[in-house]
């Protein structure tokens, strides 16, 4: 079976060319989407529809740098985010408590503007993290990278918050 | 130069066989039906020279029953048994049509939508299943043949209880569905072959009883969808209904005496009421007139700014999913180089500006936005039959709303996020939360809420035989699969024991595989016999095509099965040879059947040398630039 990386065609690595990820996940999704396969057996039907959702799931999760992060190191056996495993440096965790509150305040004054720029500011904190990682797995420093993914997952889930807020906002 | 090559008198050369596909844009309001003929796309007109054929189905005293312009035309002295606007009510419940006062149908008191009429009770598959056989026949006069199959459009917001609703329609028209086809994504392939256009486009979809809106990305024939919103109770039939209102509210006020409206002229109002709001688009009021059966004469006059005002609120019922599809795919409004405009109430010049000042740029409309859907769904049918082999055409498409599963409390789990490209298939475990539990339910959601009872229910199924064990030992994956039609099926398995389940999900409101054959052997009036000698025709035809099939993929890629596989699957062949000829449809099912699953690593290491060759076709591209 191979990996997203080696389906795709991409060196494993954390810095990949994402123009070459959408070029190559097109091309396999030509090959095997199951429009093309409409009038074919139902055993060419079967492989069709496994490999464009394979393809879709691995070009889902390269394209996304915190899930492609997790997913180097899953590759390598270790799991980003698992249940026994949640600590969070204390300066994180002040930070998170701080998005929390922003967005507590901003909900109740329904201010969707600072929304907004609390967005802006996680986005470009996430891009300097994303450097960092890249560093990390750069040097296979794959103790720091991990504590790096965990927290890239969890600015992710800020950000995904802020949006379900702003969306019940704009109701 | 190379020769010309001409075939025999009478005989065509068989690679080049023209099969017969349409596309179907079932619409709330109109339908149409399109094709592909000498490489266009055209949508084919009745015999009266129309294109549109109004969504409206009569049953009639004599039995009969009367589709489109003669129902529509009866709908005001026959409301109780003249169905329109049938769409709203597909895959759901009748606590789902929160207007049912205002519509003058006898509904039956049920859980899902039935009406009573003089032919009896039809539920909405029935009554749409009217409509598409009536396009089919359309289809089969104007191209003088059998069609092989056909795309239909859904709206993109359908669930999944109304995306089976229509399928199941469909089979009861007789139709083979070769697609259930997103409308706005049918709208950008029409659109975007039309322009050869590229880059980041919005399509607006407003039609009589549905909204959609979808942000799509055009590269080289690719149309990828990056997100999908929308409201799939908003449309046309609104607008009609708030000027109705009005009215009522006028009759209100000028009389003191006000009876309730029977069901005709509460039919007559809306249909004024429409006819109304189509005359504001080009004009600047619009006086409704017409005398109750009460005696009592109306005669009001509705200006253009009163109008906006009474629908100003359902514009900007549009916006919120729009911004929301924006969001989801990360884009602003700058980053969207054209709006399309789809369906009939785009017309509607506050709806456009609306939309321009949204977008602070004006919509494309030099496509006619009733007949855009239909077309880019004939190119769709067309491209899946193989008419064209046009490498280029991929559509990518998403799920519009989020699948899950409940969990203790009533919460909802996610499993497939909305916005995901399909087909998508996901999985996730979960546990028992008693000792020596051996059985457990399940209830698949589909919506974006926290709480279950927010979303909607599409099924629920069990899983049993789990062997005992501790709390939280079992270990039960739970998958689900969309697929290309955004259809989907869950299936359960317990990791330690294989213990498994598994459910094509058949929505709470739709039909089961026992009503429609039951509905399908009622309608035809097929005597056994006949019914048994059209299963072994389509069982030979079947099997014929497998071989054909198979023979072929053999000849072209027959290196990648060594001697021992390769005889496996001739003696496989030969067996399905000789079943033909007996008589049993059962019997050349199971060896059809048989003859499939022997060819599954087959195909799959073919799946890959092709997935490989289209790779390396791409990388030498690149070179090539």
């Known amino acids: ?171 | 130069m190379a020769l010309l090559q001409i075939s025999e008198p009478g005989q065509s050369p068989a690679p080049h066989q023209h099969k017969l596909a349409v596309g179907i844009d079932l619409g709330t309001t109109n339908s149409l039906v399109a094709t592909v003929r000498s490489g266009m796309a055209t949508v084919l007109q009745d015999a009266h020279g129309h294109a549109l054929l109004p969504s409206v189905v009569r049953y009639l005293p004599d039995g009969q029953v009367a589709v489109g312009h003669n129902a529509q035309a009866q709908q005001n002295q026959d409301p109780t048994n003249t169905i329109v606007s049938v769409k709203r009510f597909m895959g759901r419940a009748l606590e789902d049509i929160t207007d049912r006062a205002h519509i003058p149908y006898k509904f039956v008191n049920n859980t899902q939508v039935a009406i009573e009429t003089r032919a009896g009770i039809k539920n909405p598959i029935e009554i749409s299943a009217e409509i598409l056989r009536a396009l089919k026949e359309r289809a089969e006069k104007a191209l003088g043949s059998d069609l092989v199959g056909a795309v239909i459009t859904v709206p993109a917001y359908f669930d999944d209880a109304q995306r089976q609703a229509t399928k199941d329609a469909a089979k009861l028209a007789g139709l083979h569905v070769l697609r259930l086809l997103n409308e706005p994504t049918a709208a950008a392939v029409a659109y975007g072959l039309d322009n050869a256009a590229e880059g980041t486009y919005a399509i607006y979809d407003l039609g009589g009883g549905t909204f959609d809106i979808s942000i799509l990305r055009l590269t080289k024939g690719v149309f990828e969808v990056l997100s999908t919103s929308g409201d799939a109770a908003l449309g046309g039939d609104d607008f009609d209904h708030r000027i109705y209102c009005w009215v009522l509210d006028q009759i209100r006020q000028s009389s003191k005496s006000f009876v309730p409206l029977n069901e005709a002229d509460t039919r007559l109002l809306l249909t004024k009421a429409r006819q109304a709001k189509e005359w504001l688009t080009d004009n600047h009021e619009a006086q409704i007139v017409c005398k109750l059966s009460t005696g009592q004469l109306v005669d009001v006059t509705l200006d253009v700014t009163q109008f906006n005002e009474l629908t100003q609120t359902l514009v900007n019922k549009t916006l919120a999913p729009t911004r929301k599809a924006l969001r989801d795919a990360g884009l602003e409004v700058t980053d969207i180089k054209g709006v399309v405009l789809v369906g009939g109430a785009t017309r509607m010049p506050h709806v456009r500006h609306a939309v321009a000042d949204y977008f602070q740029q004006e919509p494309l409309t030099n496509l006619d936005p009733d007949k855009v859907v239909a077309l880019g769904a004939a190119i769709q049918a067309n491209a899946l039959v193989g008419n064209k082999r046009d490498e280029d055409l991929l559509l990518l498409d998403v799920t519009p709303l989020s699948l899950g599963i409940e969990t203790m409390g009533g919460l909802t789990e996610k499993i497939i996020p909305r916005n995901s490209t399909l087909p998508v298939a996901r999985a996730q475990e979960f546990t028992t939360y008693k000792d020596g539990q051996t059985a457990m339910s399940f209830h698949v959601v589909q919506g974006e809420r926290e709480l279950v009872a927010d979303n909607r229910s599409l099924a629920r199924f069990d899983l049993r035989g789990i062997p005992p064990m501790a709390a939280g030992a079992a270990r039960i994956r739970i998958t689900f699969q969309v697929d290309a039609d955004g259809l989907l099926s869950v299936s359960a398995r317990e990791q330690t024991s294989g213990v498994e389940a598994h459910v094509m999900v058949k929505p709470s409101y739709g039909l089961n595989e026992a009503e429609i054959a039951h509905m399908l052997s009622s309608s035809y009036n097929a005597a056994t016999t006949d019914k048994q000698a059209r299963a072994l025709a389509e069982a030979q035809v079947d099997a014929n095509a497998l071989i054909g099939a198979i023979q072929a993929a053999l000849t072209a890629d027959g290196h990648l099965l060594n001697d021992a596989e390769k005889h496996q699957i001739n003696a496989k062949i030969a067996a399905l040879q000789a079943s033909i000829h007996a008589a049993s449809s059962d019997a050349i099912r199971a060896d059809t059947e048989a003859l499939n699953r022997s060819t599954e690593a087959f195909a799959a290491r073919r799946m890959d040398a092709s997935v490989k060759r289209a790779l390396a076709g791409k990388n030498l591209d690149s070179i090539e630039l």
Request: charged share 20%; net charge negative.
């Open chain 1, 1 to 171: 079976m191979q990996n997203f990386f080696q389906l795709l065609q991409l060196p494993q690595q954390f810095n990949i060319d994402l123009t070459k990820l959408e070029t190559n996940y097109r091309a396999i999704q030509s090959a095997s989407h199951p429009d093309r396969y409409v009038t074919a057996s139902h055993a060419e039907k079967l492989a069709a529809i496994q490999t464009a959702t394979t393809a879709n799931e691995g070009y889902k999760t390269l394209k996304n740098p915190a899930l492609r992060a997790a997913y180097l190191l899953s590759l390598q056996g270790i799991t980003a985010i698992a249940e026994t495993n949640t600590a969070m440096p204390a300066d994180f965790l002040m930070q998170q408590m701080e998005w929390r509150e922003a967005i507590e305040t901003a909900e109740n004054a329904k201010d969707i503007s600072a929304l907004d720029n609390l967005l802006g500011n996680i986005r470009a904190e996430s891009k300097n993290l994303q450097h960092l990682l890249s560093e990390q797995f750069g040097q296979h420093q794959l103790s720091d990278a991990t504590d790096s993914t965990r927290k890239l997952i969890f600015m992710e889930k800020v950000q995904a918050d802020i949006r379900d807020v702003i969306e019940e906002l704009e109701g």
